[in-house]
């Protein structure tokens, strides 16, 4: 092989190298607004995002717990983050969406007030939760910094975890 060619070989593999651990420093998240504040979630996480549509009550469940709803042959809760996080409850509007997030075997859906976008955070840019919100119990995993804003990363085990 020619002195060129390996010379050639070596760039291209420093290169995929050099994307590959630029990949791995940006965590990939999908942003949402409930209330005033966004919040996010790793895309990972996410099964689907839907509109919403009808659901079934189910009694003796917290408030929080709107029900359930069939997803393809699935019967997956609803759960509202408006009621969940102490807000005032809300009628569902044109931006209102239900998304489905997936942990292991947990499978649950969140009613949210507006989707904002897929979000590329640094991993250098993202801080850890806040002093009162610190310990295993807290649902926040860590605080993303961008430009102009601040955005709240949601921990999905918490968020599916069944206290009903």
């Known amino acids: ?5 390996k010379q050639i070989i070596n760039n291209q593999n420093a290169q995929e190298n050099g994307s590959k651990e630029n990949i791995d420093e940006v965590v990939q ?13 790793p895309i990972l996480a996410i099964q689907e995002i839907i509109k919403p549509f009808s659901w079934t009550r189910v009694p003796q469940v917290p408030k929080y717990v709107l029900g359930v709803f069939n997803l393809r042959g699935a ?5 509202d983050l408006r009621s969940k996080f102490s807000l005032p409850t809300k009628k569902h509007s044109e931006d209102t969406r239900f998304i489905v997030m997936r942990h ?5 859906g969140f ?10 955070i640094k991993k250098q840019n993202i801080g850890p939760a806040p002093d009162t919100a610190s ?3 807290t649902i926040i995993d860590g605080v993303g910094k961008q430009e102009d804003k601040i955005i709240t990363i949601l921990k999905v085990n918490k968020l599916l975890e ?3």
């Open 75 to 79: 019967v997956i809760p609803l759960i």
């Open 111 to 120: 009613v949210i007030d507006r989707l904002t976008m897929a979000i590329r």
């Open 104 to 108: 292991g075997d947990d499978v649950a």
């Open 1 to 5: 092989m020619s002195d060129k060619l």
């Open 29 to 41: 998240l999908v942003g949402f607004v409930i209330g005033d504040e966004e919040y996010a979630v």
């Open 162 to 164: 069944r206290d009903f």
């Open 135 to 137: 310990g295993d119990d």
